[in-house]
């Protein structure tokens, strides 16, 4: 909750500041205040187009055009000695613009140096795979696609990395609900138990807060198998009010509820 301010003579404000609230931006500095982004942005923009650049954070960052994502990437590898893909992937603007930002982070191990590299890509689109560029690229390019449904051109293997490859809809959209949509909520019922199941199973609680493993009306499979509401019998009450498996664990103290503590304040 925002903390309340004094509203006397509030529409003599400006409006945007005393309404809403404005995201601090990080400083950007020149590229020529870097005497070595300035000979890899020069190196670059001689032979591609170059939307905008600027250094943040200690980084360069360069935003291209997504075709050429690719040949980008393969100069900045061969020619610049941005060797390391450390991390790529997207991000969901498709409410607002119709588009994906795309990113990939680099590092030059030999220079000390880290880029940024960013490209906007419609929906309907494709992307170029990096997988002949980066090796690295592979797992990420389809993890991209599985989560945020991002189209990849010449992966060898374009298939969904984390949900199953029957599942519908893309979980890090912000389209998609926070608790799952109805396939998602009937997914491991029908799986498990079959379709003729849902009347007596019942759907799957997707609450994020709280999963209560003797509660066999709104968790499926806690436990042992159990009919719609029957009371768990896989193990005796107490054992749900322990932290560890039978034996514990080498050299780790065995936690229970008992030894617990809650803290009322922070430290």
Same mark, same amino acid.
């Given at each position: 909750? &925002? &903390?309340?301010? $004094?509203?006397?003579? /509030?529409? %003599?404000?400006?409006?945007? !500041?005393?309404?809403?609230?404005?995201?601090?931006?990080?400083?950007?500095? %020149?590229?020529?205040?870097?005497?070595?982004?300035?000979?890899?942005?020069?190196?670059?923009?001689?032979?591609?187009?170059?939307?905008? /650049?600027?250094?943040?954070?200690?980084?360069?960052?360069?935003?291209? $055009?997504?075709?050429?994502?690719?040949?980008?990437?393969?100069? @900045?590898?061969?020619?610049?000695?941005?060797?390391? @893909?450390? *991390?790529?992937? %997207?991000?969901?603007?498709?409410?607002?613009? =119709?588009? #994906?930002?795309?990113? #990939?982070?680099?590092?030059?191990?030999?220079?000390?140096?880290?880029?940024?590299?960013?490209?906007?890509?419609?929906?309907?689109?494709?992307?170029?795979?990096?997988?002949?560029?980066?090796?690295?690229?592979?797992? %990420?390019?389809?993890?991209?696609?599985?989560?945020?449904?991002?189209?990849?051109?010449?992966?060898?293997?374009?298939?969904?990395?984390?949900?199953?490859?029957?599942? *519908?809809?893309?979980? @890090?959209? +912000?389209?998609?609900?926070?608790?799952?949509?109805?396939? =998602?909520?009937?997914?491991?019922?029908?799986?498990?138990? =079959?379709?003729?199941?849902?009347?007596?199973?019942?759907?799957?609680?997707?609450?994020?807060?709280?999963? $209560?493993?003797?509660?066999? +009306?709104?968790?499926?499979?806690?436990?042992?198998?159990?009919?719609?509401?029957?009371?768990?019998?896989?193990?005796?009450?107490?054992?749900?009010?322990?932290?560890?498996? *039978? =034996?514990?664990?080498?050299?780790?103290?065995?936690? !229970?509820? *008992?030894?617990?503590?809650?803290?009322?304040?922070?430290?």
């Amino acid at each position: 909750m &925002r &903390r309340y301010t $004094d509203k006397t003579n /509030a529409q %003599a404000k400006s409006y945007h !500041t005393d309404r809403f609230y404005q995201v601090p931006q990080t400083p950007k500095a %020149a590229v020529d205040s870097d005497e070595i982004f300035a000979a890899d942005y020069k190196s670059l923009s001689a032979k591609f187009d170059i939307k905008d /650049a600027y250094i943040e954070i200690g980084q360069l960052v360069v935003i291209i $055009d997504p075709k050429d994502n690719k040949e980008v990437m393969t100069h @900045l590898r061969d020619k610049c000695g941005y060797t390391f @893909l450390s *991390e790529m992937s %997207a991000m969901d603007y498709l409410a607002k613009d =119709g588009e #994906y930002e795309i990113f #990939y982070q680099l590092l030059a191990m030999k220079k000390r140096k880290r880029m940024r590299v960013k490209c906007r890509l419609k929906e309907e689109h494709a992307i170029e795979s990096l997988y002949d560029v980066y090796k690295s690229a592979d797992w %990420a390019e389809r993890e991209m696609f599985d989560m945020l449904g991002v189209k990849v051109n010449n992966h060898p293997y374009m298939k969904r990395i984390l949900m199953p490859e029957d599942w *519908e809809g893309h979980p @890090l959209l +912000k389209t998609y609900p926070l608790v799952g949509d109805e396939a =998602g909520q009937w997914y491991e019922i029908d799986k498990i138990f =079959g379709k003729e199941y849902r009347d007596v199973v019942g759907p799957e609680n997707r609450d994020t807060k709280r999963i $209560d493993p003797k509660d066999t +009306k709104n968790f499926a499979r806690i436990g042992h198998e159990v009919g719609y509401g029957e009371k768990p019998v896989s193990k005796p009450d107490h054992a749900y009010d322990e932290f560890q498996e *039978e =034996g514990g664990v080498p050299l780790i103290t065995r936690f !229970t509820k *008992e030894n617990q503590k809650t803290l009322k304040e922070r430290k």
